[in-house]
Nanobody, 124 residues
Framework: QVQLVESGGGLVQAGGSLRLSCAAS????????MGWFRQAAGKEREFVAT????????DYVDTVKGRFTISRDNAKNTVDLQMNSLKPEDTAVYYC?????????????????WGQGTQVTVSS
């Protein structure tokens, strides 16, 4: 069983930056693809970014391309999301997720484990 714990959320002004981190334990992190998703109030959870087990492959939702960067450290069992040039529409609860497959995925249903989420609020 994999446990995921997110950290790094908070309140930031538009144009600012935040770095989210997700710590994994209890499983084989180094062979698991990872993803970040977000859920704004009253909306469905949506894909943000994904990274393959080896970090060779990464993918992002169009709305964050060029602003967000996903990375991982298999030695530390962590996956990070660096968020720059934040906009009010980035406000959401951000979730870290892990899947048993080695390839990343944009599909929420293909992830097996989820963290509890961390709130990101961007003020205008």
């Amino acid at each position: 069983q994999v446990q995921l714990v997110e950290s790094g959320g908070g309140l930031v002004q538009a144009g600012g930056s935040l770095r989210l981190s997700c710590a994994a334990s209890g499983g084989t992190f180094s062979t698991a693809a990872m993803g970040w998703f977000r859920q704004a109030a009253g909306k469905e959870r949506e894909f943000v970014a994904t990274i393959s087990w080896s970090a060779v492959s990464r993918d992002y939702v169009d709305t964050v391309k060029g602003r967000f960067t996903i990375s991982r450290d298999n030695a530390k069992n962590t996956v990070d999301l660096q968020m720059n040039s934040l906009k009010p529409e980035d406000t959401a609860v951000y979730y870290c997720a892990a899947r048993r497959g080695r390839s990343g995925s944009t599909r929420l249903t293909e992830y097996d484990y989820w963290g509890q989420g961390t709130q990101v609020t961007v003020s205008s």
